[in-house]
């Protein structure tokens, strides 16, 4: 009877799809989990890694499904939709395993479905059925997210706050250009294609500026600008804010009424299918982000990311002021937010990572006023790249991390090749974790030589291989914990 019932369930959810557009996998269970995170947050890293770590059963004690041995094997099928490109796994596992490079940066969706045959933990369920789910992991940029308040959003309206947010001390230095080329224009002036260009250039090279390493910006819609997709250069991308725009309408043949109807385009065409066709289908979502950079670029980026990761979760809350609630045919119950790269900080160091986390997220989760899902979250390293030791200094002996930097990096004064393995002391990190949000106002911190942690980027870890030439699963740090919350419930 129980079995019935679940199964009952799940026809109902796979009814919904079916309407949706959706015919595939019509009776197995499936879950849809999508990944995102802004740019270079590490989403195909943490893809690859899961991925990998299920179908070659990596180390994964947190994850209990496989540590009670009840998954008889995972592996890749054909993905649902042949309208979304592939998430190319073997690449990337390519790139990281045998060269040792990171994979390169994505700038679309992609969709990869992994299978897991499992047995239950219940005697009861296992009477009836050996376990199957599929997971199909959805990889998209987190600036495209970030479009999703434009829905509600009059052009007036973002005009307004893109000029608001261009004066912030963080940014205005990086918004003068734009800043003075849009005074220059006269909206209530004739619509000229040049003109509209010039614009649009200028303000995505704003918001590109703010998305360099040393900035480390968050906030930034329209996301195509800045991940275009296939769209770059398109009618629906050649827009940009105007200033002082009076509460009329604008004049017919105006430049402001070409913005305005080019800003309403973009929604109509490229916002508004993206979620319906991707967003509103997820059932776990997982929110990638970069704490280290932030923290290294100072309370301005930390302010940023945070009102980044407000803005993310607004647009999976439920219910009223939601445009999108209707449409969902699922609804997300979990969501995890997850700081990676956490092996660029000695052990000691990853619950230190993980309040900052906790409190962003918080924080996040009260400013956004969300209910509806389980918010967790996470220190972690997808692909651990370094071991732990300790050095001495003196009298005193301090944990470092050891691995191979990147080419080309560079830590006091010294460039590393690429090729040699050094220790390096990340830094005292404030203790409080408060001290890391205090003085969201102040200036963005100008000191290069003396950044709050020494941060570089390295090379991808060498792996052991058995003496018949194996690799042994790919290294993590709390890959497990994510997975466990992110698809452990279906397995029980
Ligand atoms: N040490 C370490 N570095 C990582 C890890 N994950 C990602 N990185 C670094 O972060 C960079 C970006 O990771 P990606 O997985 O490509 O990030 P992404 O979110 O897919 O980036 P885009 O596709 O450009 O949006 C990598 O090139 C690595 O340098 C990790 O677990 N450990
Ligand atoms: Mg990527």
Known sequence: MASSLTTFTDEAKIALDTLSGRAAGLFAPSLRLGVTGLSRAGKTVFISALVHNLVHGGRLPLFEAQKSGRIARAFLEEQPDDAVPRFQYEDHIAALVVDRVWPDSTRAISELRLTIEYESASGWSRMFSAGKLSVDVVDYPGEWLLDLPLLGKSYADFSREAFEMAVLPVRVDLSREWQALSASVDPNADADEMTARRLAESFAAYLKACKLDERALSTLPPGRFLMPGDLEGSPALTFAPLPKLGLGRARYGSLQAMMERRYEAYKTYVVKPFFREHITRLDRQIVLIDALQALNAGPGAMADLERAVTEILSCFRPGRGNFLTDLFSRRIDRILVAATKADHLHHESHDWLQAIVRRLADRAVARANFTGADVDVVAMAAMRATREGTVKQ???????????????????????????????????????????????????????????????????????????????????????????????????
Not at 429 to 438: G, S
Request: glycine share 10%; hydrophobic share 35%; proline share 8%.
């Open 394 to 492: 003196g009298r005193e002996t301090l944990p470092v991390i050891i691995g191979t930097p990147l080419r080309g990096e560079k830590i006091n004064g010294e460039t590393f090749d690429g090729k040699t393995e050094t220790a390096i002391f990340p830094g005292d990190l404030p203790e409080k974790v408060d001290a890391v949000f205090d003085g969201f106002e102040s200036k963005h911190q100008q000191n290069d030589d003396d950044p709050a942690i020494r941060f570089v980027r390295f090379r991808p870890p060498k792996l052991e291989r058995t003496a018949e030439g194996v690799t042994l699963s790919l290294p993590h740090i709390r890959l497990d914990r994510a997975l466990q919350f992110l698809i452990g419930d279906h397995l029980a």
